[in-house]
């Protein structure tokens, strides 16, 4: 397994560590950590490109430290800052090393590596306080962009009938093959993809990646989409709010609601 490059921008406002996060995602990075005033983030040696990241950050003041992180290294570095997730009293979101949550009706356990989706970015979370909107029993479920797996096993908790759950990273599908035997899973799919080319049509579309994927990605969105079924849509900054709907509306999608959790934004989409 490859080395990956660890990332540290400090000093940063908590309004830059959200931008920063959907300019990293977009440049490939793939696990973050946020502190008071710094953002660390992961990105494997090969896709690191040190011009790109260092002009994010050109002439805010914000230096950035370097450093070479060996695979055998991220399950320790995970273990000493992953804390529980709590989202109302819907979904509690832990690792193995965690005493099990009180007063929740689903919890999850993830062990989260490399791959995004735990609770704790507000993309995650908007998606799960969404998810308790809709009745998922007997639904077909497609989880696009799986990260650590954790709405797929949540859709599963909810009673789908089926749950398919895609990414086109390597180190997300081991993941969350990992979190899916972990949570005691038997009814998710998953495999490696880089875009919706199955044959399938889903009641659900679970869609938390970013504005450029979801964009490239709209019309396929549509086509696996039944009739009446919803997509709930996040990793989206609230400016990219105009962007998004209007692609979805040239793509036969209309939207039926909208939620913010500070910079960030969830939607919902209807055919």
């Known amino acids: 397994m490859q080395n990956y490059i ?21 440049l490939n990075y793939e696990g973050f950590e946020e502190g008071v005033n710094h953002i660390s983030a992961y990105i494997p040696d090969d896709q690191y490109n040190e011009a790109d990241t260092y002009q994010l950050v050109a002439g805010t003041g914000t230096a950035i430290t370097k450093e070479v992180i060996a695979p055998r290294n991220w399950n320790a570095e995970w ?56 009745d ?48 005691h899973c038997s009814n998710i799919a998953l495999s490696r993809a880089d875009s919706l080319q199955m044959p399938t049509e889903f009641d659900i579309i679970l869609a938390n990646i970013n504005k450029h994927v979801l964009l490239a990605n709209m019309g396929g969105i549509k086509q696996h989409l039944t009739l009446g079924g919803v997509v709930i849509m996040s990793g989206l900054l609230t400016g990219d709010r105009p962007d998004i709907e209007k692609c979805a509306k040239d793509n036969g999608l209309r939207v039926i609601d909208y939620k913010a959790k500070g910079d960030w934004m969830c939607l919902l989409f209807k055919k």
């Open 6 to 26: 660890h990332i540290k921008f400090q000093p940063v406002t908590k309004e830059q560590q959200e931008i920063l996060l959907a300019q990293l995602t977009e």
């Open 79 to 134: 273990e000493q800052h992953f804390q529980p997730v709590v989202i109302d009293d819907f979904c509690g979101i832990r690792a193995h090393f965690h005493a099990p949550l009180e007063k929740v009706q689903h919890e999850i356990i993830i062990t989260p590596k490399m791959s995004f989706g735990t609770g704790h970015h507000a993309t995650t979370h908007l998606m799960i306080q969404n998810m308790q909107q809709y």
């Open 136 to 183: 998922f029993k007997g639904k077909n479920v497609l989880d696009f962009g799986t990260g650590t797996g954790v709405l797929a096993i949540l859709a599963e908790r909810l009673g789908a009938g089926s749950v398919t759950a895609i990414d086109n990273d390597e180190w997300s599908i081991t993941n969350a093959e990992e979190n899916i035997a972990l949570n």
